[in-house]
C-alpha cells in the first residue's frame, strides 16, 4: 500500500519552504537570463528549486527527481519520480504578474499520483493524491458543471516554441474563442489545471509541455471529478505533447473542435523562421 497522504505531506512541506523563495525575491530580482527566446530563468527559480530538493532529498531519498533547473536525479524508469518546477510562470513572476505556482507531482510508475500547486503570492495551496481527493486551502475541490461549450471558459497556452512552429495554437486559440464564452491565457501550466480542478475554469488544452508543468496538476483535476487525456481523448502520458483536461461533462465536445483545427500555415505572415 503506498504511503500516499505521506508523501503529499512532504510535498507540501517541499512547496512552502519554495514559496518563502518566492516570497522573498517577489519584486526583488536581480539576476534574469533567457535559456532560449522568451524562456526565462532567474536566482528565484534556483533558489526555489534547490528549498524543494533540500526536502525530497532528506526526506525520500531514494526517489528519482526531475526538476526543471537542475535536470534528472535517478532514472526515468525509477518506480518513484518527482516532477518539479519551482517556478511555473516565469515569464509573470519576473512581471509581478502574480499567477505564479510552485508545482510538485510524484509520479509512481509513471502515474501521476500526488500533486501540490502552490501560489505564495495569492495564497492558494491546491493539494491533491490518488483516492484522497482535492483541496484548495484545505477545502475540497471540484470541478464545474458547465455543460456546454458554448457556456464555457476556457484556458490555454502557448510553448516557447511558438516563434518557429505553425503548430502554435494560435489557430485553436482563435476557433475557440468564438466558440465559448472566452479563453484566458493565465501563463502558468500548474495553475491552470488547477483551475480546472476548482471550477475556475472548465476546460484547459495546451501543446509543448514538460512532466514537470502538468505532473501535480494532472491529479488535482483526476480527483476533483475531472477528465485528463491527449487531444484525441487517448490515455495520456506526462511525456505525450497534448493535454487536454476538462470538467468531463465538455470533453468530448472540446475533443471534437480541437480535431477539426488545422495550425496556421507558414504563408499566413508571422514570419516563422525570421529571427
Ligand atoms: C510555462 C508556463 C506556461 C506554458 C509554457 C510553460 P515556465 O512554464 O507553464 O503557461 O504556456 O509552455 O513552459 O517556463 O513559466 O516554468
Ligand atoms: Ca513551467
Ligand atoms: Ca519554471
Known amino acids: 500500500m503506498e504511503d500516499l497522504a505521506r508523501y503529499l505531506d ?12 518566492l516570497q522573498r525575491y517577489w519584486g526583488n530580482l ?10 526565462l530563468v532567474t536566482e528565484a527559480d534556483r533558489a526555489a528549486e534547490k528549498a524543494v530538493l533540500n526536502i525530497l ?19 526515468w524508469t525509477d518506480e518513484y519520480l518527482w516532477a518539479i518546477d519551482p517556478i511555473d510562470g516565469t515569464t509573470n513572476y519576473a512581471h509581478q504578474y502574480p499567477c505564479v505556482a510552485v508545482s510538485i507531482g510524484l509520479l509512481i510508475r509513471g502515474v501521476p499520483s500526488v500533486g501540490v500547486v502552490y501560489n505564495p503570492i495569492q495564497n492558494e495551496l491546491y493539494r491533491g493524491a490518488l483516492g484522497l481527493g482535492a483541496t484548495c486551502n484545505d477545502r475540497p475541490i471540484h470541478v464545474s458543471k458547465t455543460p456546454k461549450l458554448s457556456q464555457s471558459i476556457l484556458v490555454t497556452g502557448f510553448a516557447y516554441d511558438r516563434h518557429s512552429t505553425p503548430d502554435n495554437n494560435y489557430a485553436e486559440f482563435c476557433h475557440l474563442t468564438h466558440k465559448t464564452q472566452g479563453v484566458r491565457r493565465d501563463g502558468a501550466a500548474s495553475l491552470d489545471l488547477a483551475y480546472v480542478a476548482c471550477g475556475r475554469v472548465d476546460g484547459y488544452w495546451e501543446r ?5 508543468d502538468i505532473a501535480a496538476g494532472i491529479v ?3 480527483e476533483a471529478g475531472g ?18 483536461a476538462t470538467n468531463g461533462i465538455l470533453h468530448a465536445e472540446l475533443s471534437q473542435e480541437l480535431l ?7 504563408d499566413f505572415g508571422l514570419g516563422f523562421g525570421a529571427s
Not at 58 to 72: I, K, N, Q, T, Y
Not at 231 to 237: H, K, L
Not at 260 to 266: D, N, V
Open 260 to 266: 477539426k483545427i488545422t495550425p496556421l500555415s507558414l
Open 57 to 75: 532529498n532528506r526526506h525520500l531519498p531514494d526517489h528519482a527527481v526531475l526538476a526543471e533547473e537542475s535536470g534528472l536525479q535517478g532514472e
Open 30 to 39: 536581480n539576476d534574469i537570463q533567457e535559456k532560449r527566446p522568451g524562456d
Open 10 to 21: 512532504i510535498a507540501t512541506i517541499a512547496a512552502q519552504s519554495a514559496g518563502v523563495e
Open 208 to 212: 509543448g509541455l514538460s512532466p514537470w
Open 220 to 222: 488535482l483535476v483526476q
Open 227 to 244: 477528465t485528463v487525456t491527449a487531444y484525441d481523448q487517448s490515455n495520456f502520458e506526462v511525456r505525450s505533447d497534448r493535454i487536454l
